[in-house]
């Protein structure tokens, strides 16, 4: 058989197959089609809003603080979305897998695209609120917007890295899709996305450095940087502001590369038996 | 021999054996629970012995063997799904595999993009595809259809458009399982006449099939695998004669499991013998069984009544309690290909009563053997004793 390389001619046309198909049959006879993508966000984000800036009054008192957590709310729904899909789409191709041998890993990049692609629709609906609502939430463009797509990167190796290891557990072990799911929790209320970061560094004891641990998280680093990149270089803190300290500040950056080696290597010695295990 | 073709594929020394779990539940519990009590949780199963073979460029290849006897395992490992445990597959030049018809095949897609999606499964570009698009839809005749969604296709249509793919795929080396040939029998007759198409044009086939006409008809090298027999390769004449004995020997001794009834209880055997079936069935009376007769009747598996003989004034008139009754019948082989019941029946003479039927007192299959008579009134030949 001829060779392959990573994503050549031929893997790109399967990869561009797949998630041409997945992006057709996900709004299959709903009424507003795509516009679920950019609706979705946007009623979650007015939900979140008016319960922890309205009501519960979780804010760090920027005129900007709308924007970071509708951009916050996003970029996590990317996160969540993109490894739980991968995880569970080795499994829910095993029909294909069974059938035919091509790069695996190829299913779950695919399975990722998908929300990518959302990600990618999101980012332009807060670039356009934040244009519009100008007056009101002062977003803060200036050049950092370039390290922006960075940042992006990043955060979906991390979503890659952990799909493969995820869905390579999925095959053999279906709790994983339980235990993910409250690992998500975790994380989620772990990081600050819907309380700023300031919230923590209120806490009597150990508020300071909590804060610090929060940061060290791959996650809420992208997410910090993505706000600080985006939308507002001066109120939002990022990890580096937070631990002032080059090491430290390179732990989140060095735990997405081990992240991206563990799962691609667990991933390519498993993926051979796929087929037979399943 | 010695021949400057070069090898399309090489297996060579393949030993393939599976884990088959003993407990359904895939979890992490179940395996935590194994672990401590230092069970397993799996059966090997060896499926594949040390098997080795080569296909030369332009051969029609023919895989036969019984169900259960590694043929598909053996064709998944060709198509690089499954690894071997041990030895190696080498293929040279592009192999396309159809394990299955309409692989990722979506209902809601149109004729046209599932072609390219297929297509891109099996590994093609999208110039690829494009370059074969008309001949695809050309052998499927499914011109008008193809920008219809699938799910509006007909079944016979969907296998018709992946079976067009599977053929018309441009690979140098192609894998088929023949149980795929399928459709109308016009359609099936156009999927015979592209195999011998194929032959002709010396292109690089591997077919895999229980038929042996198949086999005799397009392929010039065969291999037979089974578990007890060694692996033969060879002439397709020879793997098609063996293969036949195999299965033959397989079917003597089938005794039905409802073998007991108020009156009587049956034991009967069929054996191939030289001049055609011996059917050899003894009744032993549980009863007095005052004139009765016996009825022997043979059903094809469709139901259909192809043999009826009764013994009328031939035995006794009364069998008396425990009393033993051999029958031997040797009827000659002019049966049709297929599945064949028979049935064994103890009636009074006038017919007013049944005093037993036994539905499947033996079966018997015939393979690829004998004609079928043309004339729907045939009497085989037949001999009869009793004792």
């Known amino acids: 058989m001829v060779k392959s390389g990573l994503l050549d001619k031929k893997n790109r046309v399967l990869l561009y197959e797949l998630v041409k198909t997945d992006f057709k049959l996900r709004y299959q006879g709903s009424f507003l089609g795509v516009l679920w993508s950019v609706l979705k966000p946007l009623l979650l984000f007015a939900v979140m809003y008016m319960v922890f800036v309205k009501f519960l009054k979780f804010t760090d008192g920027t005129s900007q603080y709308p924007l970071v957590l509708l951009l916050g709310i996003s970029l996590w729904s990317f996160f969540t979305e993109a490894t739980s899909v991968g995880m569970g789409s080795i499994v829910g191709r095993g029909d294909i897998l069974r059938k035919i041998n091509f790069p695996k890993y190829i299913i779950i990049l695919s399975a990722m695209m998908s929300s990518l692609i959302s990600l990618v629709i999101n980012l332009i609906v807060v670039i356009i609120f934040a244009s519009v609502t100008m007056h009101t939430t002062h977003a803060n463009f200036t050049n950092l917007i370039f390290i922006v797509p960075l940042n992006i990167i990043q955060l979906f190796f991390l979503a890659f890295g952990l799909a493969l290891f995820l869905s390579t557990l999925y095959v053999k072990f279906r709790d994983i899709g339980h235990i993910w799911e409250v690992v998500l929790q975790i994380l989620f209320y772990s990081m600050p996305i819907i309380y700023p970061l300031a919230l923590v560094a209120k806490i009597h004891i150990f508020g300071m450095e909590a804060q610090k641990i929060i940061m060290l998280n791959p996650v809420a680093q992208t997410i910090q940087d993505v706000r600080h990149n985006l939308i507002s270089p001066t109120t939002v803190p990022t990890t580096w502001s937070t631990v002032n300290n080059i090491w430290l500040a390179a732990i989140p950056i060095l735990l997405t590369v081990l992240i991206v080696i563990v799962g691609a290597v667990y991933f390519s010695r498993n993926s051979k038996k796929f087929a037979e295990i399943m | ?387």
Request: net charge neutral; hydrophobic share 35%; glycine share 6%.
């Open chain 2, 1 to 387: 021999m010695a021949s400057d073709k070069k090898i399309a594929l090489e297996v060579r020394n393949v030993n393939k054996s599976f884990r088959l779990p003993t407990e359904q539940a895939s979890g992490i519990k179940q395996a935590f629970i194994n672990r401590v009590r230092g069970v397993k949780g799996y059966t090997e199963q060896h499926v594949l012995k040390n098997i080795s073979f080569k296909v030369e460029e332009g051969d029609f290849f023919g895989i036969v063997g019984r169900n259960g006897s590694g043929k598909s395992t053996l064709l998944k490992l060709i198509s690089q799904i499954y690894v071997p445990d041990s030895g190696k597959i080498i293929v040279n030049g592009k192999l396309v595999p159809f394990i299955e018809l309409g692989v990722g095949f979506n209902p809601e897609l149109t004729g046209r993009e599932n072609i390219y999606l297929n297509g891109a499964l099996l590994g093609f570009s999208h110039e690829e595809v494009s370059a074969m698009y008309d001949e695809i839809v050309e052998f499927a005749e499914l011109e008008e259809f193809m920008d219809q969604k699938l799910k509006n296709y007909s079944s016979g249509m969907q296998v018709r458009l992946a079976f067009s793919i599977a053929i018309k795929a441009e690979g140098s080396i192609l894998v088929l399982d023949e149980v795929l040939a399928v459709g109308d029998e016009a359609f099936q007759r156009k999927c015979f006449q592209y195999f011998a198409h194929l032959k002709r044009e010396k292109k690089t086939v591997i077919l895999v099939t229980h038929s042996m006409d198949s086999v005799q008809q397009f392929c010039n090298k065969a291999i037979l695998v089974d578990k007890k027999h060694k692996l033969e390769i060879g002439d397709p004449v020879d793997i098609a004669k063996i293969y036949r004995e195999l299965n033959n020997n397989q079917t003597e001794k089938i005794v039905s499991e409802d073998n007991k009834s108020d009156y009587a209880e049956i034991t009967a055997t069929s054996k191939k013998t030289d001049k055609g079936i011996k059917f050899e069935i003894s009744l032993k009376a549980m009863k007095e069984i005052s004139d009765p007769v016996i009825t022997f009747l043979i059903n094809r598996d469709n139901g259909e009544i192809v043999y009826r003989w009764t013994s009328d004034e031939k035995i006794p008139h009364k069998i008396d309690l425990k009393t033993i009754s051999n029958l031997v019948i040797e009827i000659e082989n002019i049966f049709p290909n297929g599945i064949f019941d028979v049935q064994v029946g103890i009636k009074s003479r006038d017919r007013s009563k049944e005093y037993a039927i036994f539905n499947k007192a033996t079966s018997f299959e015939i393979v690829n053997k004998g004609t079928y008579p043309s004339d729907i009134y045939w009497k085989p030949q037949e001999k009869f004793e009793y004792k």
